[in-house]
């Protein structure tokens, strides 16, 4: 499956984006979609991933601040984040998870004033 994600950019500390990952089949055939990232300098970490029934789960670090959704009709997983803080920079990745994983391009959020 092939993953085109979106909606990173710069943005001030406190303030909202909201990413996409639109995928190129149905994804009521992927049984999990998510998010992870990296920052300069660390390893790839898990953000949050929702699963075919819609039960999402996310790292402690984004708990009340990020929520993932998902809209099957227009094939796209989105993640919600707000209250954002200069540590969220990072590429965040969107993933899907069948027999196999797919990873999207990444897109680039900087949080920085």
């Known amino acids: 499956v092939q993953l085109q994600a979106s909606g990173g950019g710069l943005v001030q500390p406190g303030r909202s984006l909201r990413l996409s990952c639109a995928a190129s089949?149905?994804?009521?055939?992927?049984?999990?979609m998510g998010w992870y990232r990296q920052a300069p300098g660390k390893q790839r970490e898990l953000v949050a991933t929702?699963?075919?029934?819609?039960?999402?789960n996310y790292a402690d670090s984004v708990k009340g601040r990020f929520t993932i959704s998902r809209d099957n009709a227009k094939n796209t997983v989105y993640l919600q984040m707000v209250s954002l803080k200069p540590e969220d920079t990072a590429v965040y990745y969107c993933?899907?998870?069948?027999?196999?994983?797919?990873w999207g391009q990444g897109t680039l959020v900087t949080v920085s004033s």
């Open positions: 929702i699963t075919s029934g819609g039960k999402p």
């Open positions: 993933y899907a998870s069948r027999w196999d994983i797919s």
């Open positions: 089949i149905s994804i009521f055939s992927i049984n999990a």
